[in-house]
């Protein structure tokens, strides 16, 4: 019985959503779309940082 199983990872990304973190989650998706096949954005969780989470929830949403 030799079964076999692909490696999948999944990953969350936890942001205080600034205008730097908007690139790198734009740059991670395409990674992970177009490159890491083997991999899946699931999530992206907002946190209050150098902004009010209210405003990082709305760029949080805004990431197109």
Known sequence: ???Q???YSK???DTDAG???AHAILIASYVLKYI???AELIG???VAG???LENVIK???NIK
């Open 19 to 21: 205008s730097d973190d």
């Open 11 to 13: 990953y969350i990304i």
């Open 36 to 38: 890491r096949t083997d």
């Open 59 to 61: 760029n949080v949403l």
């Open 1 to 3: 019985n030799n079964v």
């Open 50 to 52: 150098n902004a009010a």
């Open 44 to 46: 992206i969780t907002a």
């Open 5 to 7: 199983f692909k490696k």
